[in-house]
């Protein structure tokens, strides 16, 4: 039977492989993003994200199954903050009503191998207070001193929406209404987010340094489409409050073998 989809930055990379995976199941998508689109949304504002999510709900007659959430920046810049966490977690909030009606909802969010990267303590925590004018603050503050803190920002939103899913996932509206919700880390996905990175081969051998992938090395968005699919699909009944890494290995490298050290 067909489910409703939504997927947000579904005019490129990860959520455009997805869509057009779903599509080629016969599944229903509305893509939302700042151009080519069903929906076209600015989720790095307020006001962006009520608009996306009314136009959304519009559009899907009232019936949503699944969100997957892929819309991102990965720029050193306060934005950053504004679309990965708060363009994900405010509009989740707009569409979980109509969601919360489907019999099989499900939601899962693009983090990333950053997340278990160098960040800002403090820029997370803003994060996950949830307080956006604070995070934009100490984003812009890291910008503004120009001495390589801007570099944590991505990382810094990565992790802040790993933590927001365990935050999130217990409570009634959640797990009680049935809805798992994970993230997906990936290492590097060759999508127009990293190809301006790796146009030499010279340049592509350095990402490849910084982010060792021994499993079969850089990967294309499709292959993160399918455990994307899979966790938004009625056969996942009982994964929650996960980020899981498809990363060829990035994360057991950085983490090491005994991620049970927590609790010995
Ligand atoms: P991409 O740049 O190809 O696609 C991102 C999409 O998000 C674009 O279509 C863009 O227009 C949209 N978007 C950006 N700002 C928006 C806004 N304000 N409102 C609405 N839409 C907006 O990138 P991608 O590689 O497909 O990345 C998808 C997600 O996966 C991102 O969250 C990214 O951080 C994450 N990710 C990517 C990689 C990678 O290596 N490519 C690795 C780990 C995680």
């Known amino acids: 039977m067909s489910r409703t989809y939504v997927i947000t930055g579904s005019a490129s990379g990860i959520g455009q492989a997805t ?20 929906v076209i949304a600015d989720l790095s504002t307020p006001q962006g994200r009520i608009d996306a999510a009314k136009k959304t ?18 720029h050193p810049t306060a934005k950053t903050v504004s679309v990965n ?13 109509t ?6 909802p499900r939601v899962v969010i693009t983090s990333s191998v950053a997340s278990i990267m160098p960040n800002s ?17 100490i984003a812009q503050s890291l910008v503004d001193a120009a001495a390589g803190g801007e570099q944590l920002i991505y990382a810094s939103t990565k992790r802040a929406i790993s933590r927001w899913i365990r935050q999130q996932c217990l409570k009634p509206q959640w797990a009680a209404a049935g809805i798992p919700i994970n993230a997906v ?30 499993l079969n090395g850089f990967m294309e968005p499709e292959t993160v489409a399918a455990l994307l699919i899979w966790l938004t ?16 290995g990035f994360e057991r490298i950085v983490r090491g073998e005994d991620i049970w050290a927590w609790k010995k």
């Open 121 to 137: 303590t403090e820029l997370v925590d803003a994060m996950c207070a949830n307080d956006e004018a604070k995070a934009v603050a």
């Open 85 to 97: 966490y708060f363009g994900v977690t405010e509009f989740l909030n707009e569409i979980l009503p």
């Open 99 to 104: 969601l919360t009606k489907s019999k099989t």
């Open 233 to 248: 699909g009625i056969q996942n009944t009982h994964v929650t409050g996960q980020t899981i890494y498809i990363d060829g």
């Open 57 to 74: 709900i519009e559009i899907s007659k009232n019936s949503i199954d699944a969100v997957i959430a892929c819309a991102g920046l990965a």
């Open 19 to 38: 869509a057009d995976k779903l599509k080629s199941l016969g599944q229903k998508v509305i893509g939302i993003d700042i151009h080519n689109a069903d």
């Open 185 to 214: 880390g990936p290492a590097i996905v060759e999508t127009p987010m990293v190809d301006q990175l790796i146009k030499t081969p010279e340049e592509r051998e350095g990402l490849a340094k910084l982010v060792p992938m021994p």
